[in-house]
């Protein structure tokens, strides 16, 4: 049986982070952190090599622009790839996370049911 290939989850949250607006790196660590209540504490040693997997598939665009300090960010934008890739993801994950917590649901032992 072949097994499907998957979007790691890390990929799955910065192209939902880029749904919304171009950022740069430090940016989506922060609002990352933020959205997930600081479950994700994303290290930039994790984010970079992810952002450049997602740049050579396509789904994502870096550009660099001038920010009101005056120093010079590397942004990223969300390409129609991307966006794309964004949609069939996230379904996969809400099948799959749907699936889980009606096992763990039906668990006496964990009292849900």
């Not at 171009?22 to 952002?51: A, C, N, W």
């Amino acid at each position: 049986m072949a097994k499907k290939q998957t979007m790691d989850h890390a990929q799955l949250l910065v192209l939902s982070l880029l749904a919304g607006e171009d950022m740069y790196g430090y940016q989506m660590i922060v609002e990352l952190s933020r959205r997930s209540d600081h479950t994700f504490e994303m290290k930039e040693g994790t984010l970079y090599p992810v952002l450049h997997g997602l740049e050579r598939e396509g789904l994502v665009e870096a550009y660099q622009q001038e920010a009101p300090t005056g120093r010079v960010r590397k942004y990223y934008h969300l390409t129609r790839r991307g966006t794309a890739a964004l949609k069939e993801e996230a379904q996969a994950w809400q099948t799959y996370s749907g699936a889980v917590n009606a096992v763990l649901r039906a668990c006496p032992a964990l009292g849900l049911a």
